[in-house]
Structure formats: C-alpha cells, structure tokens
C-alpha cells in the first residue's frame, strides 16, 4: 500500500444508498493513493460533494453547500474542489462547468475517473509508490481499491451498500434518474462477487444489492442473467450473513426471485416495492405499466409464498391532476395492504421529465402536505398495531452499532431494534426479545444465555 502522506480530502455525501456506495469506492481510491480523510472541508487538498437532485429540496441544498464551497476555495486556491453525483447526471457537465467555474473537476455518478485524470493531468500521481506487484499501474491500484473499505468505516461498519445496475432505462414521467445516471448497465457477476468477498473478509456482515430497478439486473448481459441467480451467487460466500436487495419494480418481481429469498436463509425476507399511487389513471399518467389490481396480486403472491416477509414501498402524493378521489384510493391501498414502511413523499417537478414537460403542477404545496402528513399519521397508526404484536417473542438482531448506552440493530425484516448488552457485540446476531414496540422501533432484551449481560 502507499505510504502515509500529509494529502486530505473531504467527502460529503447526499442521497441514496447508491450515492452512499458510490462515495465509499471514492474514499478508497483516494486513501489508496495516499490521501487522509478530515472532517471538514477548509484546507483539505481534495473535497468532494456527492449530489442528489432526485427533488427540488435536495437541489437547492447543493447550490447553498456549492456557494460555501466557494469561500472554501478563494480561502484555500490549492483546494481540488469536484462535484460528482446526479447534479452532474452524464450530460450537465459543460453547462455546470460554466455556471460554477471555481470547480474543478465534475464526475457523472459512479465514475470517478475524472477526478483521477484531472490529478493525472496535474502530475499529483507521480508520487504514488507502485504496488507490491511491478505490473500493476497507479491506475489498476485506484480501481482495485473500490473493494476495500475506506479508514473511517474498518471495524466500524457491518453493513455495504453494493450497486449491481448502474443507470434506469424505464423513465416513469416523474423521474430524472434515466436523465442523470443514464442507461441500464448491469455490473458483471464476477466484479460483484469479488466486491462482496472482500467487504466480508473486513468485517462487513450484511450486503445489500443495489439498482435503480434492481430486478432487471443481468437482462442486458452479453450472457443474460438474473437477480435470482446473482442473489444465490452472493449467499455462497463464506462469512457473508446476511443480503438484501432494493430497489424492485412490481412488473420485473418474479415468481424466481420469490422462491430465492424463501430458499436462501441469507436472503432477508424484506422487499421494497414501489406502489407510488393507489389510482390507476395517476398509475397510467407515471408510466408505471401496472394496475393498482395489478399489484394487489403481486401482494398476495408475496404473502402467499413469504408470510413473513416485511414488504415495505415507495408513494408520491400531489402528482399533477392528483383530485382528492384519486389520493384517497391511495390512502385505502395503504389501509389494504398495511406496509411494513412507507417512504413518502411530495411530488417535485424535475427538469426535463415527461410531467415537467407536459403536465402542469397544479397540487399545492400545502395540499401536498396535508395528503403527507395524513398517509403518515395512517403509517404511524398501521406500524404501532403491526409491531405490538412483535412484545413477547424473540427476534434475531444484527448489530450494527451503539446508541447512547443501548446496542442498535435490525431484524431480517428489518425492523430497527435497540437493547442493553456488554460490549464486543458489533457485528454480532442477538437473538432478542421484544418487550417495548413503537411505530420505528422496538426495544428489548437479549435472550437469556445468549449473551452475558452486564
């Protein structure tokens, strides 16, 4: 490995578990080739943000921390200031470039090599001693490295984000991720694989796989293959506990993938399928290709082979021409279905989208937000009734890390759950029982004889 040098850098990170994955392959090659993280921004040699403009409220943060960033720079000219991330998207580049001349350097997501040339360009790699093996370049060394675990994670994280399809080819009209993380790409098994056995032989215990419609993986392989055959793949390696997906599509959740998460013990009965709207003429207007009866079904299927399975979704309220009739089918879909967990959120007009182009928002904010806060309170309702039900029996908990004096963790259904405990736990399987239960969490005790409790 290089030797230690006096290079920082600084990363912030907003977004999506793929940006999250996207900045731990980032913080790797650059500690690989010798730089340091530190906390804040003023004075590292290289700092980073890493974007989200999935809505409007994300964007404008960027632009406040991008105004920052500025001081930050006119401060310190020898700071390498790069943005990377859906702001950039694969095409926004020359036109942020000029809006933003005092950066350096923009990164579409998930390729970071122009940072590397730009450091290249500068002659900043020269420095960099070769690997222990003489045929191996600067550059292999920085790609290689996006399997290792950055400084400040090692013995600290349990959990890894792993992406297994870059970009979306579905473009649902409310969506600008086709527009700034381009086409489908599946990653090759082998790359992902390697990925995995390396995070797990550094401590990682848990792997969640990672697409924008993550039961495509593999349909646009030169071999074609699929999520179910990839999942059973990942499951073989040795240490690796637990593995989680997200996120599906209701058209691609097959009847293959059902009996891979009921035959793989490793595979979590936990699955994210997005509804985003309980009407079908708001379903036909997203472009989501499905009914509301359509996913109904795939609910029962769901339930019929995996009764255990926590099935939690995604729902957008005030889409444009959204009547109060249409958002309240969406309020009964959820009384029907009672999710597990739902992410809600507020329709936000994105750039050069289908409804951005042809659809006026004509909801208010504060209609939105009244529609919000009632599916929320109906979630907050469905939750606390659904995990009572969980006082008294014993569940199975990944420790993840600590929280204050209590031991934090998840379920394979992935419900949040904290307890007391001795220290040493981190990355352990607590078998716990339930004897408090919350709408977001539970609280319990570890099963006697399990662990020593102090």
Known sequence: MPQKTDKTYHLWTMGCQMNEADSRHLASQLET??????PVPEGADVVVMNTCVVRQQAEDKIYGRLGSLKTVKERFPQTILGVMGCLVGVKEAPTLQKRFPYVDVFMPPSDTSPLFDYLENRDLLHDVPACEQEDRSVRDMIQDSINLLPAEQR???VTAFVPVVLGCSHACTFCIIPYRRGVERSRPSDDIIREVRSLVSQGIREVMLLGQIVDRYGLDLDTPSTLSHLLREVARVDGLERLRFLTSHPNWMTDALLDTIGEED????HIELPVQAGNNDVLERMRRGYTVEDYLAIVERIRDRLPTAAL?????????????????????LMETVGFDKVHLSKYSTRPKTVAARKMTDNVTDAEKSRRRDLLDALQKQTLTTKNRTLIGETVSVLVEGKQNDRWRGRTPQNKLVFFQGPEGLLGDTVEV??????????VGRPLAGCVQVS
């Open 312 to 332: 939690h979704t995604d729902i957008i309220v005030g889409f444009p021409g959204e009547s109060e009739t249409q958002f309240m089918d969406t309020h009964r």
């Open 433 to 442: 029982t339930v004897g408090w239960a919350g709408p977001y969490s539970l």
């Open 33 to 38: 080739i010798g730089y340091q993280p530190q």
């Open 155 to 157: 013995g600290r994280a």
């Open 266 to 269: 490793k595979v979590c009965p």
